[in-house]
Each structure stands twice: as C-alpha cells, then as structure tokens.
C-alpha cells in the first residue's frame, strides 16, 4: 500500500542528476566484502506494506523472523512518494530505501545510495536474471541494490457501472467527460508519464518514445492532456486506503491503481487490467544509504528480502511480482496462481510495463543534441495543475 500526497519539491533536483552519467559522488567507493555483526537497530524509508509484522493480518509478517534472526529491530517511515522518499534519505536518518526507478537514478547520482557487492548475498543468486543490473539500479557494471519485486500501474473499474470491460486507457482520457467526477487518480509528479505514454500511440506525430524523457513541446501536450483530465474532476488519491474506501463506496468509477488496492476492495464489484498500450510501473530496489549508521543489518535485510519466505510474503500482500523461482515456489503457497497472475516470469507482459524512472535534462542517453524536461519541472508542473 503506497501511501501519497501533494509532492513537495526536491531540492537540488538538477545537481542530484548532473552525476547520473558518473554515477555519483560514491563511483569509486569500496562495496562492503562481508556482512559483520548486526548493530541492532535498522531504520528504514518503505513504500506502506514492504516491512509487516502481523499487525494488518497475523499471516503476513516478514519483519519478526528477521528481528528474531539477526537481533536488527527494523523502524520504519513511509514515504509518500519517490520525491518525499529521496527528501527522507537525505536527512541522514535512515540506513536504507524500498526505491523504486524514478528515485534510484537520483540516489545513486548523488552519492546517497552505497555500492553493492551482491556476493555478499545468500539469495542474490536465486533472483531472475532479467531483474539483475538493470539501468536504474546499476552504473558502469556497479549494482547499487537489490530486487524487490516489479508490477504494472493498470486500470480500474467497477463493473456495475462499466458493463463492458475497457481495454483502452481511453475511458479515463478521451472518454473521461463520461465519467466525471468519478475517476480516480494517483497524485504524483510521476502521473505525468502516463499521459504520454498515453499520446505515444493516441497522437504518434509527437515523436514520444520513452514517456519519462520527454522534450518540451511533448511535455506540453502531456501536460495539456492533464488539464483536458483535471476539469472532469477526479479524484487525486492521498494514500492507497483512501482510493480503497472510494472504490468500496461506489464513489470510483474507474481510474488508475495498483493491485494491492484491487485486492483490498470488499464491498464493490471492481476489475482491472493492464490495457492494450500498456501502461507505466514498477521495479523497486533496496537500496543501502551511502553513510548509514548500521549497514550490516541494512545487508542483512537486503539478503532477507530476496528469500522465499520474506519475498513471497511482501510480493503476495502487496500485489506485484515475486523476483525468483523460490520466491514464486512460496507464494503458491500462500496464494495459489500469484506467479502466473502477476506474470513474475512473462518478460513479454513486463515489455509493456514502463518501469518508473527519472526524467532527465539529458534524456538519459547519448545524444548531445537532445534536451528533455527535467524531474525540478515536472513537479513543478504538477504542482501548478493541482492548484499547489
């Protein structure tokens, strides 16, 4: 469960990503080789459900074995989105992050995320070879964290209300006059990405081919799309509960989620889908604060994370994919089918999936020729649009 509200502006955003092409000020720092003795003490920022203990239902606790184990009682704040996840880290408080690819490219460029040597790992092997080195968490053959777990942002809608199932972002865009004042909607700088993923098959002409690198004139037409959105009134989601308690209460018609709060949904007939553009998503890393105060027990719950047992409970409360077959192997047990209906080994489904990622001046590649909008502008735009 993502908790999120209103993002607050980033400090710094542009000297955080001047770095990214280096990998930041910790390129050359030394991994550590071999995980010592616990601290006893783990404080870490999470998205709302990576770190259960019992308390929301007895059968999901990953963090008591742990603490039982290795002696680290883990602490946690929840971050409300990637913006307020990375503000938190660069406080100094924190030992470790649950980032997910639209704050791991902006820890790692400014010196915030620490080197990782994944052979200090037990489970670091069992993990898919499609979820190792990816370019969000990794530079020049340098990891800087570990899997998690991957799932797609895909449509909602309640089926009493929507007879015929969608299979277009459509009825939330071209559609959404049909719908107002009943569609709902994730607050975050981030959402921008899904209007031009949006325009990258409804208006080809514009040239978009990653909807997180973006120049201006394609910026303004997904900006321009929000606004055609934004008079129909949706509801902006503050925290996953809440979007729960709107679909429960009829009070959503459709809108953008995650599976955690289709699962949750009791008193309402929802369904959800990924739809045929596909849609933007997640891949989110444990990543290790650069100068934590107990980095063993932060190692230590990075390798926890990647077990069976830990990895197919999170993935199987949350919603998302499991990161290995030992993983998928537990979660059958919990929840029979979890692997094949979060498509954990379906890299064809994740090829669809637009992992969240930072935007960048640069455009995140090569060509000197070529300016996008950068991560300051797009909350700066999104703060504007919601009357901040």
């Not at 880290?89 to 470790?96: A, L, N, R, T």
């Not at 199932?165 to 459509?170: I, K, L, Q």
């Not at 935007?359 to 300016?371: K, L, S, W």
Request: charged share 20%.
């Amino acid at each position: 469960m993502r908790q999120l509200r209103i993002p607050v502006l980033v400090t710094a955003v542009a000297m955080l990503l001047a770095a990214c092409s280096s990998g930041g000020d910790d390129a050359s720092a030394t991994p550590i080789s071999e995980i010592g003795e616990g601290e006893g003490e783990l404080n870490l920022v999470i998205w709302t459900g990576y770190a259960e203990r019992g308390e929301a239902d007895a059968n999901y606790d990953w963090v008591t074995p742990f603490e039982d184990e290795t002696g680290c009682i883990v602490n946690t704040t929840d971050m409300s989105d990637s913006n307020n996840g990375v503000s938190l880290i660069q406080s100094g408080e924190y030992d470790g992050i649950s980032a997910s690819g639209d704050a791991t490219t902006r820890l790692i460029a400014s010196g915030l995320a620490a080197p990782i040597d994944t052979s200090v790992f037990e489970n670091y092997d069992a993990v898919y070879d499609s979820l190792k080195d990816l370019p969000h968490n990794t530079v020049d053959g340098v990891n800087y964290g570990v899997p998690h777990g991957r799932g797609a942002n895909v449509l909602v809608w309640n089926t009493d209300a929507v007879t015929e199932a969608p299979t277009s972002w459509d009825i939330i865009w071209e559609q959404g006059a049909d719908y107002a004042g009943d569609i709902s909607i994730y607050d975050s700088s981030i959402f921008i990405a899904d209007a031009a993923l949006h325009l990258m098959s409804a208006q080809p002409d514009l040239g978009i081919e990653n909807p997180y690198q973006l120049n201006q004139e394609q910026f303004d037409a997904s900006i321009a799309l929000l606004e055609d959105l934004n008079a129909n009134d949706p509801l902006y989601w503050g925290a996953a509960a809440d979007q729960i308690a709107s679909l429960d209460s009829g009070d959503v018609t459709v809108g953008t989620t995650w599976q955690y709060q289709v699962n949750n949904v009791t008193a309402a007939p929802v369904e959800a889908t990924l739809p045929d553009e596909g849609s933007t998503g997640w891949s989110d890393t444990w990543m290790m604060y650069s100068e934590a105060a107990h980095p063993n027990c932060m190692l230590m719950w990075m390798d926890h994370m990647m077990s069976a047992e830990a990895n197919a409970q999170a993935t199987v409360w949350f919603g998302e994919a499991p990161t290995s077959d030992a993983a998928c192997a537990a979660a059958e047990e919990i929840s029979p089918g979890h692997c094949d209906t979060f498509h954990a080994t379906d890299e064809a489904y994740f090829d669809r999936v637009w992992y969240w990622s930072t935007p960048q001046e640069d455009c995140a590649d090569d060509d000197d020729e070529t300016t996008c909008v950068t991560q300051e502008d797009w909350v700066g735009a999104w703060t504007t649009l919601r009357g901040g």
